[in-house]
């Protein structure tokens, strides 16, 4: 799959959007480590959001990045 689309979310942290046709992915990538976490996915959901319709959802995941947890400490349980 592509990137189609990438927002910085917080400075070292951008939310991505994979897409190829209905198949779509929407992870948080760590830029420095390159370590990723799948928000969404077509597997979860048939269809994706917009990309700025994720922001409002991950606001507790930016909320822990900020106090410097890692992206691999993170989960969407």
């Known amino acids: 799959m592509q990137v189609k ?3 910085e979310l917080i400075k070292g942290y951008d939310l991505l959007l994979f897409k190829e046709k209905k198949d779509f ?3 948080i990538v760590d830029n420095f480590s ?3 976490l799948i928000i969404d ?3 979860m959901n048939k269809k994706s959001l917009k990309l700025e319709a ?3 959802l991950c606001h507790e995941f930016i909320d822990r990045l900020l106090q410097g947890i890692q992206l691999s400490q993170l ?3």
């Open 54 to 56: 994720y922001i409002p």
């Open 25 to 27: 992915e929407v992870k």
């Open 34 to 36: 390159g370590e990723t």
């Open 75 to 77: 989960s969407l349980q």
């Open 41 to 43: 996915n077509s597997f």
């Open 5 to 7: 689309k990438r927002i």
